[in-house]
């Protein structure tokens, strides 16, 4: 009898918004363990929204040693880790590459003033950089951050000796070098996608000069993990550690939409729409980004800022379902929400939430935006507001999605992130897209998604098309006719809405920031 090999593992790590989760992955997509942990997002001041390096690379440190710890119990040891991050982070780094400040997020939108004003002053250089980087000209991203530290904290400024991320920051942390992977590089907006450079025009632009960047590997790129990090998380040192992706493009690579006309939905904390492309793709309208995935292929879509985080503001200040209340009758607070949204009827009778709390990212790329109620009346309640919420999400997508359709035609589109535990939702963004929606046998996306490139770099996969053989669909949603009527119906007066109060929004947005 022949002696059968042990399937190798590999450690996805997904490093996100308020959280990391780290999952061991056989090939295939089994799941062998699993650790999560949690860390707060600051606002200190209007339209911040900072977290703290420590503190994430604690959190991450200590899922990857409890996954560790289980695969030890298994009998079984990882053959390396792999890394998904957050977009849009930055962290200024003092001369030992140290943080000097908290990290800016996506979320952070103190940059704002700048934008607009460039926008306003310069819209031929914007669209320049648009073309060059894929990235809209936008407060999420680092070069507005850097920007606004340059004007707003000199001291701080001069003081920055390199430009960091919490990719490149959790990275050296475990291997003692400073390198970026190029999907993390090409979301900065200072990424020339098709030169494969930082862009020496938009680096002089900004005043930083380009050796405080850290040098631009290939996703797949490995080192060995150093001795010290290996020990505080229970694993081997010189342990592979493969730089990795960001979440926003990793996420198409585990739920399988890899291949032409595969497109992917997520909603989590935020949410997005996305396909891949065989080269950097931008829009005439700038509607959209353009990021890298590995070597010759990347990925065109767009992300909305307000995605799951609108319903948890209405879980906590509207329906104040506090955690102790729900615990004592034994029901989650979503769970709740979502029945007494299934009793509405498509279109929560012509109540339209406009889900901008946050400013928005795709397809309008504005940070003075702001959440609206409209169409209240006084047979509304908070059942109505709840899915409102969910439409309101939607349609949001949708936009993004009908973006997309000008790249090529859509095959089916593959839902990921916290909104696939309803099964509501779901059937909600397929009515409203009108298309039929996907739920993949692995809905964990990022996590798994980082493996994949683990297992390329060691030869076990091929390449990101081989996922489209090991994910399967669990479920499919079909539109429901009658409703995506009603939808195209009010996500038409929902987009009327947007554009018919940019005046009001930009007024409130400085209301609010000088209250």
């Known amino acids: 009898m022949g002696i059968v090999k042990e399937r190798s593992i590999w450690i996805g790590v997904d490093v996100g918004t308020t959280g990391v989760r780290a999952i061991a992955y056989e090939a295939s997509g089994v799941n062998r363990a699993t650790s999560e942990a949690f860390y707060p997002l600051r606002t200190p001041h209007p339209d911040w929204a900072e977290e703290r390096p420590s503190e994430i690379l604690e959190a991450t440190e200590q899922v ?94 001069m003081r920055m000796k390199f430009v960091g991320s919490i990719k490149d920051h959790l990275f050296h942390a475990f291997t003692g ?98 396909m891949l492309v065989g080269e950097p793709r931008t829009d005439e309208a700038m509607r959209t980004w353009c990021y890298n995935l590995v070597d010759g292929l990347w990925v065109a879509g767009g992300a909305i800022n307000n995605g799951g985080m609108i319903l948890r503001w209405m879980r906590d200040n509207i329906c104040h379902f506090s955690k102790e209340q729900m615990a004592t009758l034994d029901v989650d607070g979503y769970d709740l929400m979502t029945m007494k949204a299934s009793k509405i009827p498509a279109g929560s009778d012509g109540l339209i939430l406009l889900p901008f709390f946050t400013g928005e990212r795709a397809p309008y790329w504005n940070s003075d935006l702001r959440g609206l109620l409209f169409g209240l009346s006084l047979n509304h309640s908070r059942s109505h507001m709840i899915r409102a919420v969910m439409e309101g999400v939607c349609y949001s997508m949708c936009s993004v999605f009908e973006a997309l359709r000008e790249f090529g035609e859509v095959r089916d589109i593959r839902a990921s992130g916290s909104f696939t535990k309803s099964p509501l939702w779901m059937q909600i963004l397929a009515d409203v897209l009108g298309e039929p929606l996907v739920l993949p046998e692995n809905s964990e996306g990022a996590a798994y998604g980082a493996a994949v490139l683990g297992f390329i770099s060691g030869g076990e996969l091929a390449g990101i098309s081989d996922t489209a053989n090991l994910v399967h669909p669990k479920k499919i949603y079909a539109p429901d006719p009658a409703n995506t009527k009603i939808y195209a119906q009010l996500a038409d007066i929902s987009d009327r809405l947007y554009h018919n109060l940019q005046k009001e929004f930009a007024e409130i947005a400085a209301y609010q920031a000088g209250h």
Request: proline share 6%; aromatic share 6%.
């Open 64 to 157: 990857v040693r409890g996954v560790a710890d289980a695969l030890r119990y298994q009998g079984r040891t990882p053959s390396g880790i792999a890394l998904s991050t957050v977009m849009h982070s930055l962290i200024p780094l003092d001369a030992e590459k140290q943080p000097l400040t908290d990290m800016q997020t996506w979320a952070d939108s103190r940059s704002a003033d700048i934008v607009r004003t460039l926008k306003e002053e310069e819209p031929a250089l914007c669209r320049a950089f648009y073309e060059r980087t894929g990235c809209p000209m936008h407060a999420c991203y680092p070069l507005a951050k850097i920007l606004w530290l340059k004007r707003n904290r000199p001291a701080l400024f």
């Open 177 to 274: 070098e400073f390198l970026i992977d190029r999907s993390t590089a090409s979301t900065t907006a200072l990424y020339n996608a098709h030169g494969l450079a930082w862009d020496a025009e938009i680096l002089h632009f900004i005043g930083i000069a380009e050796d405080m960047l850290p040098p631009v590997v290939s996703t797949t790129e490995t080192r060995p993990m150093a001795a010290a990090a290996a020990k505080r998380m229970h694993l081997t040192a010189g342990l592979p550690v493969v730089i990795g992706a960001t979440d926003g493009v990793l996420v198409n690579v585990g739920i399988g939409a890899v291949s032409a006309g595969q497109l992917s939905a997520t909603i989590g904390t935020s949410g997005a729409v996305r």
